[in-house]
């Protein structure tokens, strides 16, 4: 498969940036898109060109490294994959692909497609961490928790931290992920201890970052590559509202 | 946002029930009796100033969080696609709150103040029916109560949401009742000027008895 690139070049932080136009020829499609940027950057360092930065890692949709714009959708078309997931053969032949970095206000662009989102990290120092001592791996009929709240902690953990919730919403919130950690550790025993303090600090951390409001548009569930449901954004609210006024 | 938004949904709710009398065929007698009722309970009085601060607390409130979501993404992307995952609804929550807040102004301007204001020499039925011959007046009063529609339509799940009352097992109930909301209300208050302007126009008895 050929394709018409559209990338989003930019040399640093402080640099404006623009788009650049490339062609890719002879694509597998079932090459992934982290693939064809690979061939891309071969062809520009074989020509003296810089290659095109990009952030990846476990290349198998764990990781959450991985995180392009890809025609106007977070991950690109298609849902519950991440951009490493994405195939070449959910193109057209030809098609024009225009691919940019995540945008908002706590993710400045670091190089072409790579944003900083120490800003995430920052929020999980403030709450997203249990003090009880755990011990080693328990038996699994020992621990006294029913299948559906395990189900659902263990759904809010899937969350590989990327940053798709915040670059699809409209209103760059980081609602869904800040959710998803609250969730996880307020389902389970061993986040009890943290439980008011967490989602309290954890949410004044992400309003300090300058990610946006949440106004239900759940533009991020549709794009989440681990398909977390807003569900767990009405948990946050409700353990908002019970530690403040508790 | 949640509260206030569903503060002024009770009350739409009870406005509709208080204006359906103005179907009521006895030449607008029921209807006056009710306003003047309105005019001079207390109680409806001291609701009122709470309902005149939710409307200024919901729209300031709407505004701020706009300004800082605009904010959040000072470099805009070249290609956004979030028709794809979205509502219109959802996406034009400000645009028709706008306009109901026009609306809102236009209304008070058109009855609350003379009724209860400045005072006016015909009474609510007559007014009502004076405003409504209007073609202008009517077609806006349609025009801005299909945008509250819209804006109850995203509105009212998202107040439950924000309060953190849905994904609980009784999202069905939610949305039945949320169809009353969006969709039964604002046809109930959108019959009033369409049914003035076709049936009781002050002086369109010959044009609605051309059109029977
Ligand atoms: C199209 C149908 C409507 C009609 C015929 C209508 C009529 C009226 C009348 C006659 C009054 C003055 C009350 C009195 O003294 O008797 C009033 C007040 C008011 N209306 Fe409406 N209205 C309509 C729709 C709406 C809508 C859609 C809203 C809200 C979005 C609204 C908000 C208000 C408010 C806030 C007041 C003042 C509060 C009060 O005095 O009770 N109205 N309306
Ligand atoms: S909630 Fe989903 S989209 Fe957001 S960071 Fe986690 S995995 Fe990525
Ligand atoms: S590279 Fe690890 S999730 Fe895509």
């Not at chain 1, 621990?143 to 990327?162: F, H």
């Not at chain 1, 998803?180 to 309003?207: C, F, I, N, T, W």
């Not at chain 2, 002024?8 to 179907?23: D, I, K, R, S, V």
């Not at chain 2, 028709?96 to 204001?117: A, D, Q």
Request: net charge neutral; with cysteine; hydrophobic share 45%.
């Amino acid at each position: 498969m050929n394709f018409k690139l559209k990338i989003w070049r930019q040399k640093n932080s402080t640099d404006k940036g623009r788009f650049v136009e490339y062609l890719v020829k002879n694509i597998s499609p079932d090459a992934s898109f982290l693939e064809m940027l690979d061939v891309l950057n071969v062809e520009l360092t074989r020509r003296g060109e810089e290659p095109v930065a990009f952030d990846h890692d476990c290349r198998e949709g764990i990781c959450g490294s991985c995180g392009i714009m890809i025609n106007g959708r977070a991950h690109g078309p298609g849902h519950g994959a991440a951009t490493c997931e994405l195939r070449m053969r959910a193109f057209q032949d030809n098609e024009t692909i225009v691919a940019e970095p995540w945008r908002a206000k706590p993710f400045p662009v670091l190089r072409d497609l790579v944003v900083d989102r120490s800003s995430f990290d920052r929020i999980m120092v403030a709450g997203g961490y249990i003090s009880a001592k755990t011990g080693g791996v328990p038996d699994g009929n020992a621990i006294p928790i029913s299948k559906p709240i395990a189900d659902q902690a263990m759904d809010a953990a899937a969350c590989i931290g990327c940053g798709a919730c915040v670059a699809a919403c409209p209103n760059s919130s980081a609602m869904l992920f800040v959710a998803a950690k609250v969730s996880h550790l307020a389902l389970l025993p061993q986040g009890q201890p943290e439980r008011k303090s967490r989602v309290e600090r954890m949410v004044a951390q992400m309003d300090a970052e300058g990610f946006g409001n949440c106004s239900n548009n759940y533009a991020c569930e549709a794009e989440c590559p681990k398909e977390i449901s807003v569900s767990n954004i009405a948990r946050m609210n409700t353990e908002y509202i019970l530690a403040k006024i508790r | 946002m949640s509260l206030t938004g569903l503060f002024l949904c009770t009350f739409l709710a009870e406005h509709l029930a208080g204006n359906l009398l103005l179907f009521v065929n006895d030449g607008g007698e029921m209807y006056e009796k009710y306003s003047e009722f309105l005019v001079s309970n207390p109680v409806i009085r001291t609701i009122e100033i709470v309902l005149f601060a939710s409307i200024i607390w919901h729209a300031l409130s709407g505004f701020v969080v706009w300004l800082q979501n605009r904010r959040a993404r000072p470099v805009k992307y070249e290609e956004y696609r979030l028709g794809d995952n979205t509502e219109l609804a959802s996406r034009m929550t400000m645009l028709s709150g706008s306009v109901i807040f026009f609306f809102l102004v236009i209304h008070l301007g058109s009855f609350f103040v003379p009724l209860r204001v400045t005072g006016s020499d015909v009474g609510a039925y007559h007014l009502v029916q004076e405003k409504f011959s209007s073609l202008w007046f009517s077609g806006f009063y349609v025009l801005a109560l299909l945008l509250l529609a819209y804006h109850l339509r995203h509105g009212f799940q998202s107040a439950f949401q924000t309060l953190g009352l849905r994904g609980k097992g009784y999202d069905s109930i939610l949305s039945a009742i949320a169809f009353i909301f969006w969709f039964v209300i604002p046809l109930g208050f959108a019959s009033i000027p369409v049914y003035f302007y076709f049936f009781r126009r002050a002086s369109g008895a010959a044009f609605t008895l051309g059109l029977l």
